[in-house]
C-alpha cells in the first residue's frame, strides 16, 4: 500500500490526483492534504480520504477549519505546515500541486526525509532546479513528472539512455491566443484569458498558457529534469493536445507519447510507477480526430516563451527572476491591474535590471526571488 501526502489537494490537478485514488483504494492511501484558503472542499476531502494531518496555507482559514473538526485531526497553518505536511513520517510519495515559488521548500523538506516526488510544480525547478536535483541525487530520491510534456518526455525515454538523447520538443497548445498579432494581443481581458481551448487548469497556469510563459517554464524545467542544454530544447505549436511531447534520438528515430487531454493519465502514471493501471479514460481514436498539425511558436507576439528561452541560456539564478517576476505579473493581471501585453514587458525589464548569481545557496536564492517581488511591483511597465 503506497502512501501518499498531496499539497494543492483543493486544485485542479489535486482534485483530479484524488479521484485517481478513488479508483485504487487499495493500491494506496492519503497521509496528509493541503489547502490554500478552501477549507470547504477540504473537509469533505478530509471525510472522503481521512488523512492523518492537514494544512492551510491561510492561518485564520486554517483556525476556522479547526474549529469545524473540533480536534479530530491536526490542522497545520502556512509554510511551516506545507512543509511538515511535505515531510510527514508516514508517506512514500508527496505530490506537489501548489502553484508557484511556494513549492519549493516543502519538496525540498521531503526530499531530505528520502520521500520520492511526483511533481506538478514546475516553478520548483525553474527556480531551484539545481539544488532540487542535487539532493534527490543524494537523498536516491525519485522525482517523477506530472505535467503532461515532461510524463510524455519521460515516457519516451523508458528503455532509453539520457545520454542518446538529441533534442526533445515540447508541444504547446498554443492557448486560447493562437494565431493572434501582437497588436490583436492588446485586447485581451481576464476573461478571454482564463478560457483555454483544451485542458481544465487553475487560474495561474491557465494565465501562463495564454502568454506561453507555461511552455517557456516547462522549457527551464526540462533542462533540470533531463539534464539537457538549452540548444537540445525545442517548442512547437500543437493545437489539438494529443501528441504530448517528442524526443529524437541521436540516431534520429523520433519517439512520441499520444493520448486525449486528461491529466489523469500523467497523474496516474506518476503516483504509481512502474505499473500501469488500467482506467476508464477513452481510448485513443487516430481515424476520429482526422489530422494533427504543428507550426513554430510566434516568439515575437508571445514575448514570454522568448523571455524563457533567455533566462535559461543566461542561468544562475535569472530564471529564479523570469519566475518571481511572472508571478506578481499574473496576480496583478488577474487583478486588473496591469494589460497582459505588460506581463512580459514588466518581466523583460525585472531580468535587465538583475545581475545573475551562480551556484547559489538556498538563502541566496530566497533573497534573489524576495528582490525580483519588490521590483515587479514597484515597476509600472
Keep these: 500500500m503506497k502512501r501518499i501526502s498531496i499539497l494543492g489537494s483543493t486544485g485542479s490537478v489535486g482534485t483530479q490526483a484524488l479521484r485517481v485514488i478513488e479508483a485504487n483504494t487499495d493500491k494506496?492511501?492519503?497521509?496528509?492534504?493541503?489547502?490554500?484558503?478552501?477549507i470547504d472542499l477540504l473537509e469533505k476531502q478530509i471525510k472522503t480520504f481521512d488523512p492523518e494531518v492537514v494544512c492551510v496555507l491561510n492561518i485564520e482559514k486554517a483556525a476556522e477549519l479547526r474549529s469545524r473538526l473540533g480536534g479530530k485531526i491536526p490542522v497545520l497553518s502556512g509554510l511551516e505546515g506545507l512543509i511538515e505536511a511535505a515531510s510527514h513520517e508516514n508517506t512514500d510519495l508527496v505530490l506537489t500541486a501548489v502553484p508557484g515559488m511556494i513549492g519549493l521548500l516543502p519538496t525540498l523538506a521531503a526530499i531530505d526525509n528520502g520521500i520520492d516526488i511526483a511533481l506538478a510544480n514546475k516553478?520548483?525547478?525553474?527556480?531551484?532546479?539545481?539544488?532540487?536535483?542535487?539532493?534527490?541525487?543524494?537523498?536516491?530520491?525519485?522525482?517523477?513528472?506530472?505535467?503532461?510534456?515532461?510524463?510524455?518526455i519521460f515516457q519516451c525515454m523508458m528503455g532509453n539512455s539520457y545520454k542518446s538523447i538529441h533534442k526533445i520538443i515540447l508541444t504547446?497548445?498554443?492557448?486560447?491566443?493562437?494565431?493572434?498579432?501582437?497588436?490583436?494581443?492588446?485586447?485581451?481581458?481576464?476573461?478571454?484569458?482564463?478560457?483555454?481551448?483544451?485542458?481544465s487548469m487553475g487560474r495561474k497556469i491557465t494565465i501562463d498558457s495564454s502568454t506561453l510563459m507555461n511552455k517557456g517554464l516547462e522549457v527551464i524545467e526540462a533542462r533540470w529534469l533531463f539534464d539537457l542544454e538549452p540548444d537540445q530544447i525545442e517548442v512547437v505549436v500543437h493545437p489539438q493536445s494529443i501528441i504530448h511531447s517528442l524526443v529524437e534520438f541521436n540516431d534520429h528515430s523520433t519517439m512520441a507519447q499520444l493520448g486525449y487531454p486528461d491529466m489523469r493519465v500523467p497523474i496516474q502514471l506518476a503516483m504509481f510507477y512502474p505499473e500501469r493501471l488500467e482506467n476508464k479514460i477513452k481510448s485513443?481514436?487516430?481515424?476520429?480526430?482526422?489530422?494533427?498539425?504543428?507550426?513554430?511558436?510566434?516568439?515575437?507576439?508571445?514575448?514570454?516563451?522568448?523571455?524563457?528561452?533567455?533566462?535559461?541560456?543566461?542561468?544562475?539564478?535569472?530564471?529564479?527572476?523570469?519566475?518571481?517576476?511572472?508571478?506578481?505579473?499574473?496576480?496583478?493581471?488577474?487583478?486588473?491591474?496591469?494589460?497582459?501585453?505588460q506581463i512580459p514587458e514588466i518581466i523583460q525589464a525585472v531580468m535587465k535590471k538583475h545581475n545573475p548569481v551562480y551556484n547559489f545557496d538556498l538563502d541566496t536564492l530566497l533573497e534573489i526571488d524576495n528582490w525580483a517581488r519588490r521590483i515587479s511591483l514597484e515597476l509600472q511597465g
Design 28 to 38: 494506496i492511501r492519503v497521509t496528509a492534504l493541503s489547502a490554500g484558503n478552501n
Design 123 to 152: 516553478e520548483t525547478l525553474v527556480a531551484g532546479g539545481e539544488l532540487v536535483m542535487k539532493k534527490a541525487a543524494e537523498k536516491n530520491v525519485n522525482i517523477y513528472p506530472v505535467d503532461s510534456e515532461h510524463s510524455a
Design 172 to 199: 504547446a497548445s498554443g492557448g486560447p491566443f493562437i494565431g493572434c498579432s501582437y497588436e490583436e494581443l492588446k485586447n485581451v481581458t481576464v476573461e478571454k484569458a482564463l478560457k483555454h481551448p483544451n485542458w
Design 284 to 341: 485513443l481514436n487516430l481515424a476520429e480526430i482526422g489530422a494533427l498539425t504543428f507550426h513554430k511558436p510566434d516568439m515575437d507576439s508571445f514575448k514570454c516563451l522568448s523571455l524563457a528561452f533567455d533566462a535559461l541560456k543566461i542561468g544562475g539564478s535569472m530564471p529564479a527572476v523570469l519566475n518571481a517576476s511572472n508571478e506578481i505579473m499574473v496576480e496583478r493581471f488577474l487583478n486588473r491591474e496591469i494589460g497582459f501585453l
